[in-house]
């Protein structure tokens, strides 16, 4: 484990990418046999359909302006692997990936001679290296994203966070946590511990009502969104939104560059973890520097707006019909009364019908690219569900060849890359000239 590449190609190849495996014994027994690194440091767990990445890259920031050294793991990647295992603004380096595998693997090979069902998973790894890195480099936070769902993901082996946190919950991931909303909410409520504060961005009754209950049977704290905290005084800008925050402080004149009303509502919900957790390890909360946090903050292919050939293009991952509608929001709030351009790629597990459903009414040119991923084989798919809303649609093998076409085409006004963020992480590395070894593919 000695080069950077071979590393990953152990990850993606020995440990195969994408391949589920339920149950939380493989993950504790290997935390157990490199000594529970993640007992070491308090921890604030993330979970929801979407806005867990936005809502863990503001705590990071907040716990960094108040001078805290701060670990963050996310998933999936859209810059690099190193992306996912974070300390403040680094992403880890190429040859602590190696070290820390190297210190892990030779436990993998003990539990992999049990059996595949003992073998730990890609995910279940890069876990597990998270937890050792942050302990290695004696974090004082550590915001921890939950891959998938929440009882069953790895990162559920945290057994006493400082606070845990149910972004949203919508339809994705169907397959594997349910085919209703109340099935995908059950999976999420396994991330709530007894006495932890749990905070929410949840708005619909009966979810909520699921929340609560959980919440309440292990006599854990709860509070929601637009109930006991939330934003007020809003005033969106592109890339300079200002808003009120209330809640246990009240905060006046906040701005961000976050993009979008659902953004800001991110904001209140980060801000109200950061509260609490603070709260709990007696460290006090500066609005000043939450002020500071929210302009600071960087969060890549969420609404971000590159420009590429003197062309403004936005990028943004916005792959289920949840996401797909802040998305149309968020581009009308922007750019009233307009249409746009699309570069459009999915995976073929995704609902790309429903997503296409509440886009389409803003579409003009469509420019539908295949995405190196074994998960997409079949863009045909979205482009004769396309075709049928009667768009003009071109269906290309790769994403770069999209992205030249629509560069063919003189316009003012930003092109929208959007359906997956595989799509956005190939067209970023493109427009920003950055490629890193992927492995994933």
Not at 48 to 55: I, R
Not at 167 to 175: G, K, P, Q, R
Request: aromatic fraction near 10%; glycine fraction near 6%; include cysteine.
């Amino acid at each position: 484990m000695d080069d950077y590449r071979t590393a990953l190609d152990y990850l993606y190849k020995s440990r195969p990418y994408g391949k589920i495996k339920y149950g939380l014994y493989r993950i504790e027994e290997l935390l157990d046999r490199l000594g529970n690194p993640q007992e070491n440091y308090p921890v604030i767990h993330i979970a929801g359909t979407n806005g867990k990445g936005s809502v863990a890259s503001l705590l990071k920031s907040m716990a960094q302006s108040h001078g805290m050294k701060t670990g963050m793991n996310i998933s999936p990647h859209v810059i690099s692997f190193r992306e996912r295992i974070q300390i403040d603004n680094d992403f880890i380096g190429e040859e602590d990936v190696c070290s820390i595998l190297r210190e892990i693997v030779p436990h993998l090979e003990k539990m992999d001679r049990k059996g595949e069902e003992y073998a730990p998973s890609f995910f279940e790894v890069v876990t597990a290296m998270t937890f050792l890195f942050f302990h290695r480099r004696n974090i004082d936070l550590a915001v921890v994203e939950a891959g998938l769902g929440g009882r069953l993901d790895a990162s559920n082996v945290l057994k006493n966070p400082l606070a845990t946190v149910i972004t949203s919950v919508a339809l994705d991931h169907m397959n594997i946590l349910g085919s209703i909303e109340e099935q995908i909410a059950a999976e999420k409520c396994g991330i709530i511990k007894p006495l932890v504060p749990m905070i929410s961005g949840v708005s619909r009754p009966c979810i909520r009502r699921q929340i609560k209950e959980r919440a309440q049977a292990l006599s854990s704290p709860v509070s929601f969104i637009d109930r006991d905290f939330g934003i007020s005084g809003v005033d969106l800008r592109l890339n300079a939104n200002r808003f009120d925050y209330w809640g246990e402080e009240n905060i006046t004149s906040l701005e961000t560059s976050f993009n979008g009303i659902h953004q800001l509502r991110n904001c209140s919900i980060a801000i109200n973890t950061f509260e609490r957790s603070m709260t709990k390890i007696k460290r006090g909360l500066h609005k000043e520097l939450v002020n500071k946090a929210l302009k600071d903050v960087c969060w890549p292919g969420r609404f971000e707006i590159l420009e590429y050939r003197s062309r403004k293009f936005i990028l943004d991952g916005g792959h289920n019909p949840d996401a797909a509608r802040n998305l149309r929001m968020t581009l009308e709030t922007y750019f009233p009364g307009q249409s746009f351009d699309f570069i459009f790629g999915i995976l073929d597990d995704k609902d790309f019908v429903a997503a296409i459903d509440v886009m389409a009414p803003i579409a003009r040119d469509v420019y539908v690219s295949k995405i190196d991923n074994r998960r997409c084989v079949n863009p045909q798919r979205s482009y004769d569900y396309w075709v049928k809303w009667g768009k003009n649609v071109r269906l290309f093998d790769d994403s770069h060849k999209a992205l030249l076409a629509a560069l063919e085409k003189p316009e003012e006004l930003p092109v929208v890359c959007w359906g997956s963020l595989y799509l956005v992480s190939e067209l970023r590395a493109v427009m920003t000239g950055r490629y890193e070894y992927a492995g994933r593919h």
